[in-house]
């Protein structure tokens, strides 16, 4: 059978204020095309649809378009929640999931088989997929406790509930002719960053070992980290990254998506696309001189620009003339760490306004036109 495996689609992201939607459009139109012209037998979307919990009506109506119009190249669709998407509001969208023929996972259910998808290619291949959406470290205990663990079992570490959450959703995993698989949102040891994810659910207590997917499992389908990549276990387990990137920190990375090809006799082999439709990401630093021979070679490349300037008033806007597409700019740490460093200015007894000259003078923002709007600010709202 042939797999198509994405995942960190997050739709809705605004990068530094700037809205993504028609970015994210061509960039799912591309994945579509290669689900049209690769026709896979089941595509996974692994988490991270969207970027937010409450995601704006563009995005869902992108979302909810774009699973449609990979079920209608043929392929079963089966799509688990990551971190960033409320599992309640895709529980939601469940009666349009089903009539659209898409399985759709939000949350946890009460029983195990409801997270197992069984069927058979059209030539014959009988598969079956479990289907495990994110878990929080709370939500992992109510899970483990909804799947009969014992209370001293639930008040082990995330990786322990995880690993028997696992265990009791893989039993029917044996030799029994069908291509075992498990689709999930998570962090497992080993795994690389890619450099834009949420810290708070990649930290060390969200990790679990790879050793928690048996070696029965043809193939293990995730999400979560943007990076595309294997992570080396008892089976096969791939993250397909995001397909466009997400935010900076990501430039290294190279979106795609990844065709797999298994049988229940056959290794998992897979095969990065490349998904080249979003924009590249770039970290430029210089002087505002050094900035400038950049203006005609940034392309469509959005920008974060550290600048090797003393901070003053306008700076941002003379860069930004510069480079239109920087989205951010900063004055550039090491620039700053090399100035000398200045005694602090003395506090008692000082005027607002001397107080806040002091304040620029250790910043190092020596501007005159600062200090006098300052100066206009405090007088209206005194």
């Keep these: 059978m042939r797999i198509l495996h994405t995942a960190d689609w997050h739709v809705g992201k605004v990068l530094k204020g700037r809205g993504r939607i028609e970015e994210h459009a061509r960039v799912l139109r591309e994945v579509i095309d290669v689900a049209e012209r690769e026709q896979p037998d089941l595509v996974i979307v692994a988490g991270d649809l969207y970027d937010t919990a409450a ?74 997929l479990v289907a495990l959406p994110f878990l929080s470290q709370r939500h992992a205990v109510r899970a483990a406790e909804m799947f009969d663990l014992t209370t001293t079992e639930a008040t082990q570490t995330y990786a322990d509930w995880v690993r028997r959450l696992v265990a009791r959703l893989t039993e029917s ?18 795994g690389v960053l890619g450099g834009g994810e949420r810290d708070a659910h990649t930290i060390f207590p969200y990790h679990v070992p790879a050793s928690v997917f048996p070696g029965s499992c043809h193939y293990v389908a995730l999400g979560h980290l943007h990076r595309q990549q294997e992570v080396t276990g008892a089976c096969p387990i791939r993250y397909s990254g995001s397909p466009l990137l997400v935010d900076f920190g990501e430039e290294a990375n190279q979106p795609a998506v990844l065709l797999v090809d298994v049988a229940a006799d056959t ?116």
């Design 267 to 382: 290794p998992a082999r897979v095969t990065p696309v490349p998904i080249t439709s979003g924009r590249t990401l770039r970290t430029v630093r210089g002087t505002l001189a050094e900035l400038a021979e950049l203006a005609t070679g940034d392309g469509e490349a959005w920008l974060r620009v550290f600048v090797s300037e003393r901070p003053r008033a306008g700076l941002r806007e003379e860069v930004q003339e510069l480079l239109p597409h920087a989205l951010e700019v900063r004055i550039d740490p090491e620039f700053a760490a090399a100035g000398e460093e200045q005694p602090r200015a003395v506090r008692t007894g000082r005027s607002p306004q001397q107080l806040f000259a002091a304040y620029l003078e250790e910043r190092g923002h020596d501007d005159s036109a600062v200090e006098d709007l300052f100066a206009q600010l405090y007088d209206d709202v005194s």
């Design 55 to 128: 995601p704006p009506v563009d995005a869902t109506r992108l979302v909810t378009r774009a699973l449609s119009a990979l079920r209608n190249t043929g392929a079963e669709v089966v799509v688990v929640t990551g971190n960033h998407d409320n599992g309640a509001h895709l529980e939601a969208l469940r009666p349009w999931a089903e009539a659209a023929g898409i399985r759709l996972f939000g949350q946890v259910a009460t029983r195990p088989e409801l997270h197992l998808v069984e069927a058979a290619t059209s030539t014959g291949e009988r598969w079956q």
């Design 173 to 190: 995993f044996d030799g029994s002719g069908m291509v075992n698989l498990v689709a999930s949102h998570l962090t497992v040891a080993g």
